[in-house]
């Protein structure tokens, strides 16, 4: 049996994204800039992928940037709406659990004299709304805060932070990293105070090498690419016609029966969560039920590398992921888990379990078989 589990590192294509896109890249292959009819039907694709996400979001079509993933959007938003707002102030807030696509940019930017404030998370990775509160000041121009951390499953009050940052000051902008949140919650921008948005196609199982950033009409940002001037100047540069329809098309299915599909997912993960429970030496990082997002649990297993863990997975056709997969050739220990107190010794032995659609009972089950074999192996050879 194969078992699938690493899905928040990246996600298999529905047939319905795959046969859309190679219809588009065979027979609907034109530049949606050109004035002909192929490219009027390639412009047409775009502007329904548009439509589709706009809907889901309950936004204006108009605010859907596409770009080439999460981690373009989340510099977009970053770097672009401080760069823009800098005569403002120059002071950033955001998280010690953020995405390297958050950290680094942020990292940049104090570079070029932006200051940055880092709110500490408490054991569940919940930042508290009272430091997020006596963190603002004058010179606040932006607030980042993921909705779901991509380690633990942890889901940030987004609603209540947007309340407070606007509450102080309506032009302070709020910029949501929701790559993990995007398919899995109903994501109201526009009542949550949410003036950006990063999301990524191959999370919500469309293709990969492509996003898009919900911008809000009203907010500013500089672009960070300069050419032809499509998308209201925001992202010059060809659109990429298949990508942008895929992730249209995937962003319409994951909404689809979107209830019955979380329902689901959450009964998987809880069920999971008690099937590893009954393992020695374990310790569970995420929260069961609403705590947490329906498809991320973190467990650390006593005495064994997590590395070393994930390969012998492997040998078993179990697909898991020892951190954040965009961070994997760069093994580091995680800054979230030693944010939210993770014991020093299970800093390295901790696995992450992602599902997807294409779970089932059966491979959660034989998962936590493969374990209870492996595990007393691994620790005896650990300890040799």
Known sequence: MEAYLDNSATTR???????????????????????????????RYVREARENIARTLKVQDKEIIFTSGGTESNNMALIGGA????????????????HASVYNPLAFLESQGFSVTYLDVDRKGHISLSDLQEALRPETILVSIMYVNN???????????GRIVKAYRPSILFHVDAIQAYGKYEIRPKKQNIDLLSVSGHK???????????????????????????????RSGTENVPGAAGLGLAAKEMYTGFSDRIRKMTELKDYFIDRVSELEGITVNSEKGLESAPQIISVSFQGVRGE????????????VSSGSACSSNHPAISGTLKAVGVKKDLLDSTIRFSLGIYNTKEQLDYTVDVLKELLPVLRRYQRG
């Open 13 to 43: 294509v529905l047939d319905s994204v795959k046969d859309l896109m190679v219809t588009i890249m065979t027979e609907d292959y034109g530049n949606p800039s050109s004035m002909h009819r192929k490219g009027m039907e390639a412009e």
């Open 83 to 98: 760069m823009a707002n800098k005569r403002a102030g120059n002071h950033i807030i955001t998280t010690r659990i953020e």
């Open 151 to 161: 380690e633990i499953g942890a889901v940030e009050p987004v609603e209540e932070i």
């Open 204 to 234: 919500i199982h469309g293709p990969k090498g492509v996003g898009f950033l919900y911008l809000n009409e009203k907010a500013k940002v500089r672009p960070l690419l300069f050419g032809g001037g499509q998308q209201r100047d925001m």
């Open 308 to 319: 070393v863990l994930l390969h012998a997975l492997e040998d078993r056709d179990i697909y």
